[in-house]
Nanobody, 124 residues
Framework: QLQASGGGWVQAGGSLRLSCTAS????????SAWFRQAPGKEREFVGC????????YYGDSVKGGFTASRDNAKNTMYLQMNSGKPEDTALYYC???????????????????WGQGTQVTVSS
């Protein structure tokens, strides 16, 4: 199970950190990812940390504005948003995959476990 927290409201240019704790999974054995979905839009890949290496990858639309990280000792993943923009307003989801292949890491269907979503609102 994944439990997300840390969403909220922030003014444009502000920062916010989301957290997501995984239970029942062995740390470092999975790829952890963040997606977001704005009203009327499809779910969008934000970033992930690849299993074993922890190397991070980001969606083209969010590069530079977000940092994905994880603490394997705590089995917790993080998403740091810096310099938020109104277009970053969305419901943010954490997700985990144990068998995702590299070419599909940006696809929501590749992830088996999902958090409940946490709302981020960036006002102008």
């Amino acid at each position: 199970q994944l439990q997300a927290s840390g969403g909220g409201w922030v003014q444009a240019g502000g920062s916010l950190r989301l957290s997501c704790t995984a239970s029942g999974l062995t740390s470092n054995s999975y790829t952890s990812a963040w997606f977001r979905q704005a009203p009327g839009k499809e779910r969008e890949f934000v970033g992930c940390n690849w299993r074993n290496t922890g190397r991070s990858y980001y969606g083209d639309s969010v590069k530079g504005g977000f940092t994905a990280s994880r603490d394997n000792a705590k089995n917790t993943m993080y998403l740091q948003m810096n310099s938020g923009k109104p277009e970053d307003t969305a419901l943010y989801y954490c997700a985990v995959a144990t068998t995702v292949i590299f070419s599909t890491m940006t696809e929501a269907s590749a992830y088996s476990y999902w958090g409940q979503g946490t709302q981020v609102t960036v006002s102008s």
